[in-house]
């Protein structure tokens, strides 16, 4: 009987352990970071989300720009945010050669593996990559088609993107290089939430554009055609440190359930929602009971 005794209570020892082990992982605050317009505000807010209905506290941080966030993953200040393919291979790996979708995401998480010891999940599914859009007007009166139809007269047009757009080699420097050496009678810098509403009202001619943004809809707008591929595929994917990945390999696994869930359209939908009032966590509350992925 005393053995007996003594089996149970180190059962029962061993059992509140483990309660207290799990609870002590499961309450660990999750730091999640995204850039400063509103797709990543969502992209954020359906990570979150998601986690949260797992059981999980997190804390959502919005910062600058690209290489804030990829510095702040480095250095272990977050833990997660969400990167596109493209950024990543162009802006912090700096290549130039264009590569297909899967080509270009498994160059990334190779060498972001190798360089960084940052690994990359499966994507969400949609491709936001940039387009240059005008209005029908515009389009009809210098008859723009694709982005060569440019070259001639982007001396007489202003062009509207955000300051990130602006400086780097896969934004403005590559894209004029591209284009043989397509030069702008100005360029306006401004957050990219304003940039269509300018566009609108005549203050740019020329809007770089996210292909899911839904206002390309709501303000009729016509997408140029990149016609010499100058932009590569800007799938989002959850990146992490690899480290907390193998020490946390539970929330990986719940990321890893948000991979190719959504599209384009829908994405343009969702990110209408948030630039019109709705605020990114009710959207990505929304985007997950859609895909039925939470009650």
């Known amino acids: 009987?005393?053995?007996?005794?003594?089996?149970?209570?180190?059962?029962?020892?061993?059992?509140i352990i483990s309660t207290m082990i799990t609870g002590c992982t499961i309450s660990k605050k999750i730091t999640i970071a995204h850039k400063n317009y509103t797709e990543q505000r969502l992209t954020g807010q359906l990570m979150a989300v998601y986690l949260e209905s797992k059981g999980y506290e997190t804390e959502v941080k919005?910062?600058?720009?690209?290489?804030?966030?990829?510095?702040?993953?480095?250095?272990?200040?977050?833990?997660?945010?969400?990167?596109?393919?493209?950024?990543?291979?162009?802006?912090?790996?700096?290549?130039?050669e264009i590569l297909g979708e899967q080509e270009t995401y498994d160059y990334v998480k190779a060498q972001c593996e190798k360089k960084y010891d940052i690994t990359w999940l499966e994507p969400f599914g949609w491709n936001n990559t940039y387009v240059l859009s005008v209005t029908a007007e515009t389009a009809q009166k210098y008859n723009l088609t694709n982005f060569s139809d440019l070259v001639a007269v982007a001396n007489e047009l202003t062009l509207g993107c955000d300051l990130e757009f602006a400086n780097r080699a896969d934004g403005l420097p590559g894209l004029t290089s591209a284009y043989d050496d397509m030069e702008f009678k100005d360029v306006m810098s401004m957050d990219q939430g304003l940039t269509?509403?300018?566009?609108?009202?005549?203050?740019?001619?020329?809007?770089?554009?996210?292909?899911?943004?839904?206002?390309?809809?709501?303000f009729g707008l016509v997408n140029l055609n990149d016609d010499r591929n100058f932009f590569p595929p800007y799938f989002v994917a959850p990146i992490m440190r690899m480290e907390y990945a193998d020490e946390n390999p539970e929330v990986a696994t719940a990321l890893r359930e948000l991979g190719n869930?959504?599209?384009?359209?829908?994405?343009?939908?969702?990110?209408?929602?948030?630039?019109?009032?709705?605020?990114?966590?009710?959207?990505?509350?929304?985007?997950?009971?859609?895909?039925?992925?939470?009650?």
């Open 1 to 15: 009987m005393k053995i007996f005794k003594r089996i149970l209570s180190i059962a029962l020892f061993l059992i």
């Open 62 to 96: 919005e910062l600058a720009g690209t290489m804030l966030c990829f510095d702040a993953l480095k250095n272990d200040n977050i833990d997660i945010y969400a990167e596109f393919t493209g950024t990543a291979y162009g802006a912090i790996l700096e290549q130039t």
């Open 196 to 218: 269509y509403q300018a566009l609108a009202n005549g203050d740019v001619d020329v809007n770089v554009s996210y292909s899911t943004d839904g206002r390309i809809a709501k």
């Open 261 to 295: 869930k959504w599209t384009e359209a829908e994405m343009q939908v969702y990110n209408l929602m948030v630039d019109e009032g709705t605020s990114a966590k009710d959207v990505a509350t929304q985007m997950l009971k859609d895909k039925g992925l939470i009650d």
